[in-house]
T-cell receptor, first 113, second 112 residues
Protein backbone atom coordinates (compact mmCIF):
# COMPACT_ATOMS: atom_id res chain seq x y z
CA UNK A 1 0.00 0.00 0.00
CA UNK A 2 0.89 3.65 -0.32
CA UNK A 3 2.87 5.32 2.44
CA UNK A 4 2.05 8.61 4.11
CA UNK A 5 4.61 9.93 6.55
CA UNK A 6 3.82 12.56 9.16
CA UNK A 7 6.29 14.48 11.28
CA UNK A 8 6.71 15.06 14.14
CA UNK A 9 4.97 12.27 16.04
CA UNK A 10 4.56 14.50 19.05
CA UNK A 11 5.29 18.07 19.99
CA UNK A 12 4.97 20.15 23.12
CA UNK A 13 4.87 23.89 22.69
CA UNK A 14 4.23 26.96 24.76
CA UNK A 15 0.99 28.85 24.51
CA UNK A 16 1.19 31.59 21.88
CA UNK A 17 3.78 29.89 19.69
CA UNK A 18 3.25 28.27 16.30
CA UNK A 19 3.78 24.65 15.36
CA UNK A 20 4.27 23.15 11.91
CA UNK A 21 3.29 19.59 11.07
CA UNK A 22 4.44 17.94 7.87
CA UNK A 23 2.69 15.28 5.84
CA UNK A 24 4.49 13.56 2.99
CA UNK A 25 3.39 10.99 0.46
CA UNK A 26 6.45 8.81 0.03
CA UNK A 27 5.64 6.66 -2.97
CA UNK A 28 2.92 8.49 -4.83
CA UNK A 29 1.94 11.99 -5.80
CA UNK A 30 -0.96 13.57 -3.97
CA UNK A 31 -2.72 16.55 -5.46
CA UNK A 32 -5.06 16.43 -2.49
CA UNK A 33 -4.43 15.66 1.15
CA UNK A 34 -6.75 15.80 4.11
CA UNK A 35 -6.15 17.03 7.65
CA UNK A 36 -8.11 15.61 10.56
CA UNK A 37 -8.19 16.42 14.25
CA UNK A 38 -9.11 13.93 16.90
CA UNK A 39 -9.85 14.63 20.56
CA UNK A 40 -9.58 11.78 23.07
CA UNK A 41 -12.22 9.12 22.56
CA UNK A 42 -13.79 11.07 19.73
CA UNK A 43 -14.08 10.73 16.00
CA UNK A 44 -11.74 11.88 13.27
CA UNK A 45 -13.02 15.32 12.40
CA UNK A 46 -12.09 16.63 8.98
CA UNK A 47 -10.53 20.07 9.25
CA UNK A 48 -9.57 20.85 5.69
CA UNK A 49 -8.67 19.59 2.27
CA UNK A 50 -5.22 20.57 1.12
CA UNK A 51 -4.93 21.25 -2.61
CA UNK A 52 -1.60 21.28 -4.38
CA UNK A 53 -0.91 24.68 -5.87
CA UNK A 54 -4.06 26.30 -4.62
CA UNK A 55 -5.84 27.32 -1.46
CA UNK A 56 -7.02 24.78 1.03
CA UNK A 57 -10.71 24.11 1.49
CA UNK A 58 -11.72 24.37 5.12
CA UNK A 59 -14.64 22.66 6.79
CA UNK A 60 -17.27 24.77 8.46
CA UNK A 61 -16.16 26.08 11.82
CA UNK A 62 -12.43 25.67 11.22
CA UNK A 63 -10.46 28.91 11.50
CA UNK A 64 -8.43 29.46 8.36
CA UNK A 65 -6.10 31.96 9.97
CA UNK A 66 -5.34 29.69 12.87
CA UNK A 67 -4.75 26.50 10.93
CA UNK A 68 -2.60 27.44 7.96
CA UNK A 69 -2.28 24.80 5.29
CA UNK A 70 0.29 24.82 2.52
CA UNK A 71 0.55 22.23 -0.26
CA UNK A 72 3.50 23.45 -2.24
CA UNK A 73 4.45 20.20 -3.91
CA UNK A 74 2.81 16.96 -4.97
CA UNK A 75 4.33 15.11 -2.03
CA UNK A 76 4.18 17.57 0.85
CA UNK A 77 1.42 19.29 2.76
CA UNK A 78 1.99 21.25 5.95
CA UNK A 79 -0.35 22.30 8.72
CA UNK A 80 0.73 25.20 10.91
CA UNK A 81 -1.13 25.81 14.12
CA UNK A 82 -0.61 29.50 14.79
CA UNK A 83 -0.70 31.12 18.20
CA UNK A 84 -1.45 27.79 19.77
CA UNK A 85 -3.50 27.58 22.96
CA UNK A 86 -4.16 24.69 25.32
CA UNK A 87 -7.52 24.01 23.65
CA UNK A 88 -5.63 23.25 20.42
CA UNK A 89 -4.03 20.27 22.10
CA UNK A 90 -5.15 17.27 20.10
CA UNK A 91 -4.13 14.46 17.78
CA UNK A 92 -3.71 15.70 14.21
CA UNK A 93 -3.67 13.20 11.35
CA UNK A 94 -3.18 13.68 7.64
CA UNK A 95 -4.50 11.43 4.94
CA UNK A 96 -4.32 10.95 1.20
CA UNK A 97 -6.28 8.88 -1.28
CA UNK A 98 -4.19 7.92 -4.29
CA UNK A 99 -6.92 5.44 -5.15
CA UNK A 100 -10.04 4.13 -3.49
CA UNK A 101 -8.37 3.49 -0.15
CA UNK A 102 -7.32 6.28 2.19
CA UNK A 103 -3.88 6.16 3.76
CA UNK A 104 -3.06 7.91 6.98
CA UNK A 105 0.04 9.40 8.46
CA UNK A 106 1.15 8.27 11.90
CA UNK A 107 -0.45 11.30 13.52
CA UNK A 108 0.98 14.13 15.59
CA UNK A 109 0.16 14.54 19.26
CA UNK A 110 0.19 18.28 20.00
CA UNK A 111 0.30 19.45 23.59
CA UNK A 112 0.15 23.17 24.26
CA UNK A 113 1.27 24.20 27.72
CA UNK B 1 -23.16 14.21 6.49
CA UNK B 2 -21.63 12.19 9.31
CA UNK B 3 -22.70 8.54 9.34
CA UNK B 4 -24.08 7.17 12.59
CA UNK B 5 -22.43 4.21 14.24
CA UNK B 6 -23.82 1.81 16.80
CA UNK B 7 -23.12 0.65 19.37
CA UNK B 8 -20.76 3.20 20.91
CA UNK B 9 -18.88 0.54 22.80
CA UNK B 10 -18.69 -3.23 23.00
CA UNK B 11 -16.96 -5.49 25.49
CA UNK B 12 -16.35 -9.07 24.40
CA UNK B 13 -14.67 -12.18 25.67
CA UNK B 14 -12.12 -13.72 23.36
CA UNK B 15 -13.88 -15.92 20.83
CA UNK B 16 -17.17 -14.04 20.87
CA UNK B 17 -18.71 -12.29 17.89
CA UNK B 18 -19.60 -8.64 17.38
CA UNK B 19 -21.49 -6.54 14.87
CA UNK B 20 -20.93 -2.84 14.34
CA UNK B 21 -23.41 -0.83 12.33
CA UNK B 22 -23.02 2.30 10.25
CA UNK B 23 -26.01 4.10 8.84
CA UNK B 24 -27.00 7.22 6.98
CA UNK B 25 -30.26 8.88 6.05
CA UNK B 26 -28.98 9.28 2.51
CA UNK B 27 -27.46 6.76 0.15
CA UNK B 28 -23.70 6.57 0.50
CA UNK B 29 -21.28 6.44 -2.39
CA UNK B 30 -19.06 4.07 -0.47
CA UNK B 31 -18.32 2.81 3.02
CA UNK B 32 -14.81 2.46 4.37
CA UNK B 33 -14.03 0.60 7.57
CA UNK B 34 -10.97 1.38 9.70
CA UNK B 35 -9.62 0.23 13.04
CA UNK B 36 -7.60 2.53 15.24
CA UNK B 37 -5.48 1.56 18.22
CA UNK B 38 -4.98 4.16 20.90
CA UNK B 39 -2.53 6.86 19.83
CA UNK B 40 -2.03 5.36 16.40
CA UNK B 41 -3.25 6.09 12.89
CA UNK B 42 -6.33 4.31 11.58
CA UNK B 43 -5.70 1.13 9.63
CA UNK B 44 -7.76 0.26 6.58
CA UNK B 45 -9.94 -2.83 6.86
CA UNK B 46 -12.12 -2.79 3.76
CA UNK B 47 -14.26 -0.73 1.45
CA UNK B 48 -17.67 -1.45 -0.01
CA UNK B 49 -18.90 0.29 -3.08
CA UNK B 50 -21.94 -1.55 -4.36
CA UNK B 51 -25.36 -2.03 -2.85
CA UNK B 52 -25.78 -5.61 -1.69
CA UNK B 53 -22.03 -6.14 -1.54
CA UNK B 54 -20.47 -8.40 1.03
CA UNK B 55 -16.80 -9.00 1.51
CA UNK B 56 -14.44 -10.25 4.11
CA UNK B 57 -10.98 -11.30 5.09
CA UNK B 58 -10.40 -14.09 7.55
CA UNK B 59 -12.76 -13.44 10.46
CA UNK B 60 -13.71 -9.87 9.61
CA UNK B 61 -16.38 -9.18 7.04
CA UNK B 62 -18.75 -6.41 6.07
CA UNK B 63 -21.94 -5.86 4.17
CA UNK B 64 -23.56 -2.92 2.41
CA UNK B 65 -27.32 -2.99 2.04
CA UNK B 66 -29.11 -2.62 -1.28
CA UNK B 67 -30.12 0.99 -0.63
CA UNK B 68 -26.53 1.84 0.34
CA UNK B 69 -27.70 3.45 3.55
CA UNK B 70 -26.40 0.90 5.99
CA UNK B 71 -23.27 -1.12 6.41
CA UNK B 72 -22.36 -3.65 9.06
CA UNK B 73 -18.96 -4.92 10.13
CA UNK B 74 -18.87 -8.47 11.45
CA UNK B 75 -16.11 -9.67 13.77
CA UNK B 76 -16.26 -13.39 14.41
CA UNK B 77 -14.36 -15.42 16.98
CA UNK B 78 -12.78 -12.22 18.23
CA UNK B 79 -9.14 -12.08 19.19
CA UNK B 80 -7.39 -9.80 21.66
CA UNK B 81 -5.83 -7.99 18.70
CA UNK B 82 -9.27 -6.89 17.55
CA UNK B 83 -9.46 -4.38 20.38
CA UNK B 84 -9.56 -0.79 19.25
CA UNK B 85 -11.93 1.81 17.92
CA UNK B 86 -13.70 1.07 14.67
CA UNK B 87 -14.73 3.84 12.35
CA UNK B 88 -16.84 3.80 9.27
CA UNK B 89 -16.17 6.54 6.77
CA UNK B 90 -17.92 7.71 3.68
CA UNK B 91 -17.27 10.16 0.90
CA UNK B 92 -17.15 10.76 -2.81
CA UNK B 93 -14.87 8.94 -5.17
CA UNK B 94 -11.25 9.97 -4.87
CA UNK B 95 -11.45 11.43 -8.36
CA UNK B 96 -14.17 13.78 -7.15
CA UNK B 97 -12.31 15.25 -4.22
CA UNK B 98 -12.31 12.17 -2.10
CA UNK B 99 -12.66 13.55 1.43
CA UNK B 100 -13.93 11.02 3.93
CA UNK B 101 -16.30 11.81 6.76
CA UNK B 102 -16.17 9.40 9.67
CA UNK B 103 -18.74 8.15 12.11
CA UNK B 104 -18.26 8.70 15.81
CA UNK B 105 -16.56 5.36 16.30
CA UNK B 106 -17.25 2.13 18.17
CA UNK B 107 -14.83 1.15 20.91
CA UNK B 108 -14.30 -2.59 21.01
CA UNK B 109 -12.61 -4.25 23.97
CA UNK B 110 -11.78 -7.94 23.79
CA UNK B 111 -10.98 -9.52 27.16
CA UNK B 112 -9.17 -12.82 27.72
Amino acid sequence: GAVVSQHPSWVICKSGTSVKIECRSLDFQATTMFWYRQFPKQSLMLMATSNEGSKATYEQGVEKDKFLINHASLTLSTLTVTSAHPEDSSFYICSARPNTEAFFGQGTRLTVV
Amino acid sequence: QQPVQSPQAVILREGEDAVINCSSSKALYSVHWYRQKHGEAPVFLMILLKGGEQKGHEKISASFNEKKQQSSLYLTASQLSYSGTYFCGTGPDYNQGGKLIFGQGTELSVKP
